[in-house]
Nanobody, 124 residues
Framework: QLHLVESGGGSMQTGGSLRLSCSAS????????MGWFRQAPGKEREWVGT????????YYADSVKGRFTISQGNATNTAYLQMNSLQPEDTATYYC?????????????????WGQGTQVTVSS
């Protein structure tokens, strides 16, 4: 069974940058897409962005467009979330997720494997 492990979270001041990594246990992830979500305390899990594994096409939530970038590693079993110009409202636990089949990439229901999450805290 596929497992995902996130890393790279931490604390940062406003305007700083962080890069999160998501590694899949399979050498080559053959699913449809990988995505990033985040969840702040007391809030629902929010879609951040998605990368289609075959086309490398990316999609982003309006709240992060222009600041966050999703990419895939050369080994195609790793996805990255580069976060620039971080703001306090970006504070959340960030999750990567993978979908074995193509579905609704903006929704939690569109993914069937999830990582354990990594905390990102942005202070003003």
């Amino acid at each position: 069974q596929l497992h995902l492990v996130e890393s790279g979270g931490g604390s940062m001041q406003t305007g700083g940058s962080l890069r999160l990594s998501c590694s899949a246990s399979e050498y080559t992830f053959s699913g449809c897409y990988m995505g990033w979500f985040r969840q702040a305390p007391g809030k629902e899990r929010e879609w951040v962005g998605t990368v289609y594994t075959s086309s490398n096409r990316t999609y982003y939530a309006d709240s992060v467009k222009g600041r966050f970038t999703i990419s895939q590693g050369n080994a195609t079993n790793t996805a990255y979330l580069q976060m620039n110009s971080l703001q306090p409202e970006d504070t959340a636990t960030y999750y990567c997720a993978a979908a074995s089949v193509c579905s609704s990439y903006r929704g939690v229901i569109g993914y069937d494997v999830w990582g354990q999450g990594t905390q990102v805290t942005v202070s003003s």
